[in-house]
């Protein structure tokens, strides 16, 4: 069965069946912790699915082949969400002059401003990792320098889509479009997914419910520095600490219809 339910008669799409995960105590405060699964039925007009930082080079040579192959995958997670009437918005930070005269940058521009409320105020434990070197895991370190000009060329960008790097503008248009799910993909998981203005942190301290597609994602993550773990591992572990402290994910597997090729997660259940 599709997670998606039955349509309108034109390919419109009335309800979406989310899969969720968290990270729960099983004694409040003993920090044991086990994953729980749940279920959300929302409506896919309600839903928007924001693209985080998918550039099309990054600095660290690693993390630009781990994000060529991110994005090739989430290429097809967005034509099936937007078939289905999900809101698209690309982040792609730094780039806004690049997309100035696209209609999906004019249009996040035209969206009349929604005044966010106060923020939460929600614990905010550190990391799982030490990220303070810059996170690169090549040998040599690569330089660190602007590589960045526009989003992957991989992921379309449609004119009804909507192009932003700031969060109020997000915000805005959530508001004026009644969503209240943001699916949040792209990298990197312990840096701009958490800490952009448009992303889980400030979304969520806005009382905008976000969940993290957990396979759509990767960390800035040196197995060099503590906990001295896999690459892979840090990202299951910061994607972890996530589920704890912030919000749910799902798999972009659970995300597209059977009609379409399983996609494999690239992280360990834990």
């Excluded at 781990?66 to 730094?94: K, Y």
Aim: glycine share 4%.
């Amino acid at each position: 069965m599709s997670n998606f339910d039955s349509t309108n008669g034109e390919g419109a799409v009335k309800k979406m069946d989310l899969k969720l995960q968290r990270q729960v105590e099983t004694v409040q405060g003993n920090g044991v912790w086990r994953p729980q699964s749940s279920r959300k039925e929302v409506a896919p007009t309600q839903v928007a699915l924001l693209l985080c930082d998918m550039w099309d080079k990054h600095w660290c040579q690693s993390a630009t082949r781990r994000c060529d192959a991110i994005a090739h995958r989430l290429a097809q997670v967005v034509h099936q969400l937007r078939q289905a009437g999900v809101t698209i918005l690309h982040a792609p930070s730094d780039c806004m002059e690049f997309y100035k005269e696209h209609p999906a940058r004019q249009r996040m521009l035209q969206v009349p401003h929604v005044e966010p409320p106060a923020a939460k105020e929600i614990a905010d434990p550190p990391l799982p990792i030490d990220d303070s070197d810059g996170g690169c895991d090549d040998q040599p370190q690569c330089h660190d320098y602007h590589a960045w000009t526009h989003q992957h060329p991989a992921i379309s960008i449609h004119n009804e889509d909507g192009i932003s790097d700031n969060g109020a503008e997000v915000y805005s248009l959530l508001q004026r479009r009644a969503i209240k799910t943001l699916l949040i993909a792209g990298v990197h998981t312990n840096m701009c997914v958490l800490h952009r203005t448009f992303a889980i942190k400030q979304m969520t301290r806005w009382g905008v419910d976000c969940v993290l597609i957990r396979d759509m994602t990767d960390t800035m993550y040196n197995p060099r520095m503590a906990p001295f773990v896999s690459h892979e591992e840090g990202t299951t572990r910061v994607i972890s600490h996530i589920e704890r402290y912030w919000c749910p994910t799902t798999s972009s597997q659970d995300l597209l219809a059977p009609a379409q090729p399983a996609v494999r997660e690239i992280r360990r259940e834990v």
